[in-house]
């Protein structure tokens, strides 16, 4: 997860359940989780993007601490990250603050992508149990 040096371009890392696109904003490093193949499955069964981030984020609100709803924690953002609902592209977004650039990719691979097969598998869950409830 190490992008290409040039800070003006998109970078995309692809992974089995989907992509992590990468962008740039000023000291902000945005991060935009896109669950493609779960996102897939909530538009077949007539459900909404809203639908699905709302469910995920439930989930990374009970596993991590670095989660937030309020849009306002991310305009103070120094050495840190956090998780956000809110995503241009995706189901939900990690900002990070360019001087925690380094920590926040360590920490993803060593917490959040070990935990996201475990995530979109809730996730499913609770699709199969609103269908057939």
Not at 1 to 6: G, L, T, V
Not at 39 to 61: H, S, T
């Amino acid at each position: 997860m190490w992008p290409a040096k040039n800070p003006d371009t998109v970078v995309r890392y692809e992974f089995p359940w989907g992509r992590i696109v990468e962008r740039r904003v000023n000291q902000v490093v945005i991060w935009d989780y896109c669950l493609s193949h779960l996102l897939q499955r909530y538009l077949q069964a007539g459900k909404r993007l809203e639908d699905c981030q709302q469910q995920v984020f439930k989930v990374l609100e009970a596993t991590f601490s670095c989660t937030s709803r309020d849009l306002l924690v991310f305009f103070g953002l120094t050495d840190a990250w956090q998780l956000s609902p809110y995503s241009a592209m995706g189901v939900f977004s990690q900002v990070i603050h360019f001087t925690a650039e380094h920590a926040a990719r360590d920490w993803v691979i060593k917490e959040l992508l070990v935990v996201m097969p475990a995530i979109i598998a809730s996730a499913e869950r609770s699709l199969t149990n609103a269908s057939s409830g």
